[in-house]
């Protein structure tokens, strides 16, 4: 079975193109990706409609990341960047961390209370994800992605968004309601 990502191409500005090709489980095909042009500011969006906020912009390890903003400012936006391997992609935070997923994923608030950290200066393994499009846009609304860690679990937002403690986790399998997030980017 074949799954088509997309990230919107032209958006806005036509800030940028990029397609991701994922096989059976999640293994990409590198060959249709295009690099992200570094200037694209992006959000990520919840399946409940909150915003993804790097809580101080960044630089942390506890704390970290929270789901309740209903609004964009400055530490809800991010910047893609392409790693150049045809699958991942870094996120970086406002004041130029990389969001990592602590022990490249598969974690639960239950185990670590910060399953994603924003305190990374380089792009290593840890600061990879991959972003799954899950084939449901509308004429009204672009399609949602699962964020795939580098170790191939998704990252959930705990009760779809809302949450200013515990707010994800890094262990799902597949990618259902809460593992569904909106990107919306040139902004």
């Given at each position: ?113 910060d399953v994603l950290h924003t305190d990374a200066t380089n792009l290593l393994n840890w600061e990879k994800f991959s972003l799954v499009y899950q084939g449901d846009s509308t004429p009204t609304q672009p399609g949602s992605y699962g964020i795939r860690a580098f170790d191939g679990h ?34």
């Amino acid at each position: 079975m074949k799954v088509h990502n997309r990230i919107f191409g032209a958006l806005l500005v036509g800030a940028f193109t990029a397609a991701v090709s994922a096989v059976g489980g999640g293994v990409a095909d590198a060959a249709t990706v295009q690099p992200l042009a570094a200037s694209n500011a992006c959000s990520i969006q919840t399946a409940r409609g909150f915003y993804v906020t790097a809580v101080g912009g960044g630089g942390r390890t506890t704390d970290v990341v929270h789901t309740d903003a209903t609004r964009v400012q400055s530490w809800e936006k991010f910047t893609l960047v392409y790693t150049g391997d045809g699958v991942h992609y870094g996120i970086r935070t406002v004041d130029g961390h990389y969001l990592t997923a602590v022990n490249s994923g598969g974690l639960t608030t239950a185990v670590t209370p910060d399953v994603l950290h924003t305190d990374a200066t380089n792009l290593l393994n840890w600061e990879k994800f991959s972003l799954v499009y899950q084939g449901d846009s509308t004429p009204t609304q672009p399609g949602s992605y699962g964020i795939r860690a580098f170790d191939g679990h998704y990252l959930t937002a705990r009760d779809g968004g809302g949450r200013t403690t515990a707010a994800f986790n890094s262990n799902a399998s597949t990618v259902n309601a809460w593992e569904k997030f909106r990107i919306n980017c040139g902004l």
